[in-house]
Nanobody, 120 residues
Framework: QVQLVESGGGLVQPGGSLRLSCAAS????????MGWYRQAPGKQRGLVAT???????NYADSVKGRFTISRDNAKNTVYLEMNSLKAEDTAVYYC??????????????WGQGTQVTVAS
């Protein structure tokens, strides 16, 4: 099992910044992709950004140029730097990790979520 613990959410004014962190623990060997998803009230959970163990990144169009995902493999931690925040970024942000075993079986793990609220 893999445990993911997020931190760093909160209330911020439009135009402000926040940094989310997600620390992975447990059976972390084999974790490849890590990333962030978000879910706003009444909407489905959707991709924000992902990063592979090699550092390749992928972003939702809505956050490109404003958000930066990074990863510290030594600390098993993934970060999301969020700048120029907008009201529409308000959501619960979930950390995600994908693990592929030596026989090719994929497991997906989720954190408990952290609330990000952008309001004046």
């Amino acid at each position: 099992q893999v445990q993911l613990v997020e931190s760093g959410g909160g209330l911020v004014q439009p135009g402000g910044s926040l940094r989310l962190s997600c620390a992975a623990s447990g059976s972390i060997f084999g974790i490849n992709d890590m990333g962030w998803y978000r879910q706003a009230p009444g909407k489905q959970r959707g991709l924000v950004a992902t990063i592979t163990s090699g550092g390749s990144t992928n972003y939702a169009d809505s956050v490109k140029g404003r958000f930066t995902i990074s990863r510290d493999n030594a600390k098993n931690t993934v970060y999301l730097e969020m700048n120029s925040l907008k009201a529409e970024d308000t959501a619960v942000y979930y950390c995600h990790a994908a693990k592929i075993t030596h026989i090719g079986v994929r497991y997906d793990y989720w954190g408990q979520g952290t609330q990000v609220t952008v309001a004046s």
